[in-house]
């Protein structure tokens, strides 16, 4: 795993949604390593552990990445208070990406809530050939959408309370989808949705690949703190999801 440390000019600050924040990140040597599905541990200023996000954007031509992070502590808040042209502390990019398929495939990609933003690199990779469903309680947590139409993605929002979009979770309009065929299943998103994700997939015979969230310490494989539970030939292992992860293939994952 190749990363770096250092301090990296924020371009540009948009808040998307109450508590959702996009940051545009100038840090050309990150951008030009990175692959979706990766993340960056951010230092707020004022705590000793980093906050891992995942890369939402990442233009090697302009050498900038984006993230796309919520408000859920005391961390977040205050990296959610640094102002364009200060200077934002990462160490990345960490961890395993996704694996891409040729851009011709059909891919779908699945994100709930804040589980979206590592889908939109993702989808990008197949444009037109995507699908993606994006889901999130409600319109006014609704993010992102107008990027994957950008992309020329087939773009399908859902919403728990039916107050923008589709009504109801992704995988009702996952199993809709699926009336169609596809290569490859992408998700992000809390763990009841990854569950639901992966069995369909598995039902319909359809390669799928989840990245997980573990709170983390180091972020390099080092302190343990990120342990989950694997499967492999029926044989259980645990894993890091800093280093081995966050993406796993669908059949490695234990979900408890
Ligand atoms: C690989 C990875 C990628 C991530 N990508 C994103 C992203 O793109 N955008 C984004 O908004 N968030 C992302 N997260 C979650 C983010 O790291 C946490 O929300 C953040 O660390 C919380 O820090 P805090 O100091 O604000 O909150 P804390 O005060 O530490 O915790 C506040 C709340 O957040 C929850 N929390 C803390 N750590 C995590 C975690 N790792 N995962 C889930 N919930 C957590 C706690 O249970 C608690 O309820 C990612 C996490 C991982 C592991
Ligand atoms: S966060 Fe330290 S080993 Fe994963």
Redesign the pocket.
């Known amino acids: 795993m190749s990363y770096r440390q250092g301090l990296y000019p924020l371009l540009k600050k948009e808040n998307l949604a109450k508590n ?1 924040y996009s940051f545009t990140i100038l840090c050309p040597q990150i951008a030009e390593e990175a692959v979706c599905g990766q ?1 960056v541990h ?1 230092k ?1 200023q004022g ?1 000793s ?8 954007g990442i233009d090697k031509q302009n050498g900038t990445i984006r ?13 959610a208070g640094l102002r364009e042209g200060e200077l934002v502390d990462i160490l990345g990019p ?2 395993n990406g996704f694996t891409l398929l040729s851009p011709d495939k059909k891919a779908i990609v699945v994100g709930g809530g ?2 979206v ?2 889908m939109l690199q993702t989808a990008a990779h197949y444009g037109e050939n995507a699908t993606a469903i994006i889901g999130f309680r409600s319109a006014n947590a609704a993010i992102l959408e107008r990027d994957f139409k950008t992309l020329g993605c087939d773009t399908r929002l859902c919403t728990d309370d039916g107050t923008m979009g589709q009504k109801g979770f992704v995988t009702q309009a996952l199993e809709t989808r699926l009336n169609q065929p596809a290569d490859i299943i992408y998700a ?1 998103g809390p763990g009841p949705m990854l569950k639901g994700v992966v069995a369909l997939a598995k039902q319909h015979g359809i390669k799928c690949e989840v ?6 310490g180091c ?1 390099v494989g080092a302190c343990l703190v ?1 342990a989950c539970k694997t499967v492999k030939d029926g044989q259980e292992y645990m894993k890091h ?2 280093k081995d ?2 993406v796993f293939d669908s059949g490695e994952v234990v979900f408890e």
Do not use: D, N, Q, Y
């Open positions: 959702i993340f951010v707020a705590f552990l980093r906050r891992p996000i995942s890369l939402c993230i796309v992070f919520e408000i859920r502590g005391e961390g977040t808040k205050v990296i960490l961890g804040i589980g933003p590592p992000c990245s997980l969230e573990e709170r983390m972020g990120c999801v800093c992860g966050p």
